[in-house]
């Protein structure tokens, strides 16, 4: 079984602090996708890598492929209490044309001001 | 316009039960997905039709039916309905052709099973 391992799962700051989501994986992905999700709501992609070492900016967030595109992180800056939500990563394989996604546990990031 | 929309938003029923819930995107997409999402927000595929032809089949008890008329639509199922099945279902869909296509997801439906 293909895993995304994310880490952390919970994560409570104050607003104005940086942080850190991780997402490991013993597989290469072809491509790996961040999402956000809000409470009653589904999944928003937030950004998709697809390079080794590729860097990407969102404002804020900067997410970033592995070298050997199985790991990623997505790194917040000055966190306001608007980034609070569930964070998932989501890896595809290149030898799958079915589009799967193996999602990570996620992350909820809860931002107090 | 809504991209991917579910009905219901809402379900509640009791064990042993039958239910059907329903998918329907407006993007013009030719793949379609099932999720669950259980209680620690764990979100798992569960189905995947191409072009009304099933792609993807993962374990899934064949209580479970997922059925596609066509590209646009998708509906999910599920026949004596148990505890366990209570979570968050979601439909999606994307462009097929091509890695890396975004997946655009449903708002969700929210199943409880008494």
């Known amino acids: 079984t293909q895993l995304l391992e994310q880490s952390p799962q919970f994560l409570s700051i104050q607003e104005g602090e940086n942080l850190t989501v991780y997402c490991n994986s013993s597989?290469?992905?072809?491509?790996l996708q961040w999402y956000r999700q809000e409470p009653g709501e589904g999944p928003v992609l937030l950004v998709t890598?697809?390079?080794?070492?590729e860097v990407k900016k969102l404002k804020r967030l900067t997410f970033q492929f592995g070298d050997a595109r199985k790991d990623s992180s997505l790194h917040i800056t000055a966190a306001q209490p608007g980034d609070t939500g569930l964070y998932l990563c989501?890896?595809?394989?290149?030898?799958?044309?079915?589009?799967?996604?193996?999602f990570g546990q996620g992350t909820t990031l809860q931002v107090k001001p | 316009d809504t991209a991917v929309s579910q009905t219901p938003k809402y379900l509640v029923t009791q064990m042993g039960n039958d239910k059907s819930i329903k998918c329907e995107q407006n993007l013009g997409h030719d793949t379609m997905y099932w999720y669950k999402q259980d209680s620690k927000k764990f979100l798992k595929i569960m189905f995947s039709?191409?072009?009304?032809?099933?792609?993807i089949n993962e374990t899934v008890p064949n209580r479970f039916s997922p059925k596609s008329p066509d590209k646009a639509h998708l509906n999910l199922h599920i026949n004596s309905l148990e505890l366990g099945d209570s979570a968050v279902y979601f439909c999606?869909?994307?462009?097929?052709?091509?890695?890396?296509?975004?997946?655009?997801f449903g708002p969700g439906t929210r199943l409880l099973v008494l």
């Open positions: 039709y191409n072009n009304k032809e099933l792609i």
């Open positions: 999606a869909s994307r462009r097929l052709a091509g890695s890396s296509e975004t997946q655009y």
């Open positions: 597989s290469v992905f072809s491509s």
């Open positions: 890598v697809v390079t080794g070492g």
């Open positions: 989501a890896g595809e394989h290149g030898s799958s044309n079915t589009g799967k996604l193996i």
